[in-house]
């Protein structure tokens, strides 16, 4: 599986966009982009996916750029429940397992 | 998104002991489910891969003999810590992949597992 870096942490002014980005500079053309959050002791939650193509759900926006080497997870309007640390995986469509790096930790404040 | 539970959401046990923690996919049914541990502040990392009908297949390093897992169904997965320690505790998380939509993997809420 591809390797994805992302910042340790970041902060978040509540009411305002997050953008948390991802670098995936050797994903390979049949990967996906996947992004998931965990809140403090919970298991994690599924937010999107991509191919190459933007995505945009009810949670969030993805937006993937055009060599696919990277791509930023929009939270358009972040509440303090969006507090969470936030995992972008890449993951070859059926390959078994995700492999989780460490994350970016979102702290949205007041 | 769909639904994944776990039982218990919090184990207390003594040393020596066993527990075993409850998967289950509640609408949907998964061929394939996945096993994490999770220490405190650290990642999510996979134990194993447990498939409905066979054996696990287990990551490098998780001693299969301490850690049953049991698939016997389409929407259960069972884990059993055997002979647990201190060192085994830990969060316990499972995922689950929908066999008909193959492209996403769904999560437990997590089991606690605290050995004394």
């Known amino acids: 599986d591809a390797k994805t870096t992302q910042p340790t942490s970041m902060d978040c002014a509540e009411g305002r966009a997050a953008n948390l980005p991802c670098n995936h500079s050797?994903?390979?053309?049949?990967?996906?982009v996947y992004w998931y959050r965990q809140i403090h002791s919970q298991g994690p939650q599924y937010i999107i996916h991509g191919l190459k193509n933007n995505e945009t759900n009810e949670m969030a926006s993805l937006i993937i750029t055009e060599d696919r080497k990277s791509s930023t997870l929009i939270l358009p309007h972040a509440t303090l429940r969006d507090t969470a640390v936030y995992y972008c995986i890449v993951w070859l469509l059926g390959a078994n397992n995700l492999f989780f790096g460490t994350g970016t930790r979102l702290t949205v404040i007041p | 998104g769909a639904v994944v539970s776990q039982h218990p959401s919090w184990v207390i046990c003594k040393s020596g002991t066993s527990v075993k923690i409850e998967c289950r996919s509640l609408d949907f049914q998964a061929t394939t489910m996945f096993w994490y541990r999770q220490f405190p502040k650290q990642s999510l990392m996979l134990m194993a891969t447990s498939n409905e009908g066979s054996k696990a297949t287990y990551e490098q390093g998780v001693e299969k003999d301490k850690f049953l897992i049991n698939h016997a169904s389409l929407t259960l997965s069972t884990l059993t810590v055997t002979s647990a320690h201190p060192e085994d505790s830990s969060f316990y998380i499972c995922?689950?992949?929908?066999?008909?939509?193959?492209?996403?993997?769904?999560f437990g809420p997590g089991t606690r597992l605290l050995v004394l």
């Open positions: 050797t994903i390979s053309g049949n990967e996906y």
């Open positions: 995922s689950a992949r929908d066999s008909q939509v193959q492209e996403t993997q769904y």
